[in-house]
């Protein structure tokens, strides 16, 4: 048998859950290229546009459950997948952007300045975006050595990108916000639950 | 010096009268019979409809209103809506709407008019011509389609109420059935949907009463079994399976209008220069066009502005969207 946080455990499980990470993709992808009778619908930049960004969002909040998962599990071997969930994030979100800068505006730079100017919710995603990059770059094992204390502070960051993100999707909704309330919803608790161990841990 | 030639029809030749308006009547029967079929396969006879169903409807007339630009599928005008009486996903009215039966149907016409009452849809629609206006439709999303609408003209069925000098505008209310349209379980918008339209907006000649599109009855998700079609409003202003129509002295609020006022209007003209306040109407996504076909320009009343511009004349359209 295969033990938790083993070498050959993390040998098995990473390359699964990397492929598995990859399945949206290919999902989207059958859809693009119109196999097996799926499809985008009948507006595909829109269909890609918003389904990359869900997705990365979905796997932002995913990074943000190993810590309270972890904790309330004993599970420590989840860690080990933070990285993955969280690069797998801005996989994503550099995919929602490049449609939108490409597909969307047609890489028309003037149009993009403008609309990051005067739309508010593309300022806010703009500015999340942004904000990832230096976590991405920061994400390897010699940077984190060599950032030490600050590699915390700085990855800290994902809290702000994460309310950004889902503030971003809340303010392009026309006018049912139902799945942006539930998004907002999952990221409240995630984000209580570090609030309530900080208290507890500081004995308030 | 002009010589008129004699004609070279031998008088044996001419049929006579009686004869002749015998013909005319066979053939007018004839055509009751055929010429719609001919008529609505006529239009679109290069090409049977892929994916089409629903009942043809005859006697369908061309219109000079029509564009000669490419309608959108059949698919992409039935499976990419805003209904949210059937749901605020786009392909939601396309699955939910499935099982409304639009008849019977009748709409109540109330306020400053002379015949007011509750009319069949047979009342509103038998007494006119069917015809086809093949119409550029401009969503206040920045997406845009071409419609091969069938109708008839508001205006004509507007004539039948006879309304009165008092009548300034018109308001227009969908049907309000929970239980036949599940997206109104959800207060999104307060239900019934409502819109308004000048009383010159309304007899307008490019106001249309849809009734069918493609040559067929209109699909539910289109707004089965009548629905307004403006062209040069955005497409929220074209409300759908109207169910009562009021002659009004004060302006009606629409649905959007009242829950985001900020966002819109009662006029709600398509307008390139007057941006929504969270995002721009320059540009336009054509439905159907592709993945890499891009935007394109949007035109001043959707590029109905020679035909309707003169309605507008001296109102601030910054100020009244």
Redesign the interface.
């Known amino acids: 048998m295969i033990t938790p946080g083993s070498k050959p455990f993390y040998r098995l499980t990473k390359p699964v859950i990397f492929l598995a990470c990859l399945l949206p993709l290919v999902f989207l992808l059958l859809r693009?290229f119109e196999v097996a009778g799926y499809g985008l619908?009948?507006?595909?930049?829109?269909e890609?546009l918003h389904e990359l960004g869900r997705w990365g969002l979905k796997f932002l909040l995913l990074g943000l459950t190993i810590t309270p998962l972890r904790r309330w599990t004993g599970w420590n071997w989840l860690l080990r997948f933070r990285r993955m969930l969280g690069l797998f994030a801005f996989f994503y979100i550099v995919l929602h952007f490049l449609t939108y800068a490409i597909?969307?505006?047609?890489l028309d730079i003037a149009?993009i300045i403008?609309?990051v100017i005067?739309?508010?919710?593309i300022t806010l995603g703009m500015t999340g975006f942004l904000l990832l990059i230096p976590l991405a770059v920061t994400s390897t094992k010699g940077m984190m050595r060599r950032l030490g204390k600050r590699w915390q502070k700085l990855h800290r960051l994902v809290y702000v990108i994460a309310i950004v993100a889902v503030w971003h999707f809340y303010?392009?909704v026309?006018?049912?916000t139902l799945d942006a309330t539930v998004y907002g919803l999952v990221l409240a608790t995630l984000l209580a639950t570090r609030v309530f161990h900080l208290r507890k841990s500081r004995g308030i | 010096m002009l010589i008129k030639r004699p004609s070279d029809i031998l008088p044996s030749e001419i049929t006579d009268e009686s004869v002749y308006l015998k013909r005319r009547d066979l053939l007018k029967m004839a055509g009751i019979a055929t010429a719609g079929a001919l008529t609505s396969q006529s239009v679109f006879a290069a090409a049977p409809v892929p994916g089409a169903s629903g009942k043809e409807l005859t006697g369908i007339q061309k219109s000079p209103y029509s564009t000669d630009q490419e309608p959108?599928s059949w698919?992409?005008v039935t499976?990419?809506n805003n209904y949210?009486e059937f749901g605020?996903g786009?392909?939601d009215p396309y699955r939910n709407a499935r099982d409304f039966n639009p008849r019977p149907w009748s709409v109540v016409v109330k306020g400053e008019c002379d015949k007011p009452g509750n009319y069949d849809y047979e009342d509103l629609v038998s007494p006119h011509a069917l015809e086809e206006r093949i119409y550029r439709l401009r969503c206040v999303?920045a997406?845009s389609m071409v419609v091969p609408w069938v109708g008839i003209p508001l205006a004509s069925i507007i004539k039948q109420f006879e309304p009165n000098s008092k009548a300034k505008y018109v308001r227009f209310k969908t049907l309000h059935d929970p239980k036949r349209m599940p997206g109104q379980q959800r207060r999104?918008?307060g239900w019934p949907y409502e819109e308004g339209l000048t009383i010159e907006e309304a007899m307008h000649p490019l106001t249309l009463m849809a009734v069918g599109l493609y040559g067929r009855e209109l699909p539910n998700q289109n707004g089965a079994p009548m629905r307004l079609v403006v062209p040069w409003k955005y497409g929220f202003k074209s409300i759908k399976a109207i169910a009562e129509i009021s002659f009004t002295r004060k302006r009606p609020r629409s649905s959007w209008e009242q829950?985001?006022p900020a966002e819109y209007g009662f006029y709600a003209n398509v307008n390139p220069e007057v941006?929504h306040p969270?995002?721009?109407q320059a540009?336009e996504?054509p439905?159907?066009a592709g993945?890499?076909a891009?935007?394109k320009a949007t035109l001043m009343f959707n590029g109905y502005g020679e035909e309707v511009a003169s309605l507008y004349a001296g109102l601030d359209l910054r100020k009244n969207y």
């Open positions: 693009a619908g009948a507006n595909p930049v829109e890609l597909l969307d505006q047609g149009a403008e609309d005067k739309r508010p919710y303010w392009q026309k006018l049912d | 959108n698919s992409d499976t990419y949210y605020t786009k392909d999303e997406w999104i918008l829950v985001i941006d969270r995002w721009s540009r996504r439905i159907g993945v890499f891009g935007k």
